[in-house]
T-cell receptor, first 113, second 115 residues
Framework: KQEVTQIPAALSVPEGENLVLNCSFTDSAIYNLQWFRQDPGKGLTSLLLIQSSQREQTSGRLNASLDKSSGRSTLYIAASQPGDSATYLC????????????FGTGTQLKVEL | GAVVSQHPSRVICKSGTSVKIECRSLDFQATTMFWYRQFPKQSLMLMATSNEGSKATYEQGVEKDKFLINHASLTLSTLTVTSAHPEDSSFYICSGGQGGNQPQHFGDGTRLSIL
């Protein structure tokens, strides 16, 4: 059974700092990996999706990497802003289409002024 | 981009009530949609896979008679929490996608509170 873990569970940084969120998974036979953002009491916003054949994806200040063989992914946020404060979730898509997701435990990020 | 609409956003009701939650894909067709449950400060746990025109597939430990799923069209899946009790209080979220290399899109969730 796939297990997804995120470290750290919570993180507080000053505005402007670059930061890295970590995600690890136990079964490397994945279809894709997706990073989401969740604001309190809200649904999920998709940030980046990396196919199993890819090593990274970039969108604006966000860069996600994938090392499937070691079961790891990182989300890099450059020049953090208070508006980046949220919970970040990584989710691994199963083989067979990748639509069925196993979620990580989440990292709660707070960017302070 | 693809949008998934979920409602109601919040439900407060008495114990024993059945509650229906709707999940609609607004600009794409979804043969498969997913229902998740999230307890406070925890991650999302997949409850079931909703299949258009056929029975839902439930994850281990999820009571199919308790959580009824209907996926009657390519754009609508419903989750009915039957005879809800306080322990069913949670945040329920649905998702849908176009498959393959397309990301899953999530509804805004339904906060269910059973008194």
């Amino acid at each position: 059974k796939q297990e997804v873990t995120q470290i750290p569970a919570a993180l507080s940084v000053p505005e402007g700092e670059n930061l890295v969120l970590n995600c690890s998974f136990t079964d490397s036979a994945i279809y894709n990996l997706q990073w989401f953002r969740q604001d309190p009491g809200k649904g999920l916003t998709s940030l980046l999706l990396i196919q199993s054949s890819q090593r990274e994806q970039t969108s604006g200040r966000l860069n996600a990497s994938l090392d499937k063989s070691s079961g790891r992914s990182t989300l890099y946020i450059a020049a953090s802003q208070p508006g980046d404060s949220a919970t970040y979730l990584c989710a691994v898509g199963e083989t067979g289409g990748g639509n069925k997701l196993t979620f990580g435990t989440g990292t709660q990020l707070k960017v302070e002024l | 981009g693809a949008v998934v609409s979920q409602h109601p956003s919040r439900v407060i009701c008495k114990s024993g009530t059945s509650v229906k939650i709707e999940c609609r894909s607004l600009d794409f067709q979804a043969t498969t949609m997913f229902w998740y449950r999230q307890f406070p400060k925890q991650s999302l746990m997949l409850m079931a896979t909703s299949n258009e025109g056929s029975k839902a597939t439930y994850e281990q430990g999820v009571e199919k008679d308790k959580f009824l799923i209907n996926h009657a069209s390519l754009t609508l899946s419903t989750l009915t929490v039957t005879s809800a009790h306080p322990e069913d209080s949670s945040f329920y979220i649905c998702s849908g996608g176009q498959g393959g290399n397309q990301p899953q899109h999530f509804g805004d969730g339904t906060r269910l509170s059973i008194l």
